[in-house]
């Protein structure tokens, strides 16, 4: 998957994935787009979210 769009930009992926990166952005997300928030995330799922941020983070040069 593009890191970036033709104009530099980045890609709509890593643009959420940045914003809901901490407790107080995501639940200020949840809340613009009137979505209901959920205390936290299960463990298996904060664990899966983490790994693929590292999987990312380990292939960025």
Do not use: C, Q, Y
Not at 6 to 28: Q, S, W
Not at 41 to 48: C, K
């Amino acid at each position: 998957m593009a890191k970036r769009d033709r104009a530099g930009h980045k890609t709509l992926a890593d643009a959420v994935r940045e914003l809901i990166g901490t407790e107080d952005n995501r639940r200020h997300v949840h809340k613009l787009l009137g979505l209901a928030v959920d205390p936290e995330l299960p463990p298996t799922l904060a664990s899966l979210l983490e790994a693929i941020t590292k999987a990312k983070d380990d292939k960025t040069p």
